[in-house]
């Protein structure tokens, strides 16, 4: 217990020796019970952001294939369309090869 004046005649509280071994204990198990995991706690949030920062990653590639496949389908309307045009191009040509002359060649 806490005793006023028994330190001398200072009028503040005065702790016994196993008072204070007791504090001390305490102190040593509440620095114990912060410490407790504390190494695998820190290794765990670790692997976290890596885990995060690697699913981030990811998304970005997928994100970039899904644009790849966009850019292909263009390119893919682009060349049928080129191609379509080639063929309109040789019907008009042969279309108006045979009313102008009357013949193919």
């Not at 196993?18 to 040593?28: D, H, S």
């Not at 290794?43 to 644009?67: A, C, G, S, T």
């Amino acid at each position: 217990t806490l005793r006023i004046g028994a330190c001398g005649d200072r009028q503040q509280p005065c702790l016994s020796v196993f008072e204070m071994v007791v504090l001390e204990a305490f102190g040593l198990a509440a620095a114990e019970l912060f410490n407790y995991n504390r190494e695998v706690y820190k290794f765990d949030q670790e692997q976290r952001v890596e885990k995060d920062m690697r699913r981030i990653e990811m998304q970005i590639k997928r994100f970039n294939l899904f644009r790849e496949d966009i850019e292909d389908l263009v390119k893919l309307t682009v060349s049928k369309m080129d191609t379509y045009h080639m063929v309109g191009a040789l019907m008009i040509l042969f279309t108006a090869i045979i009313w102008t002359e009357g013949r193919f060649w």
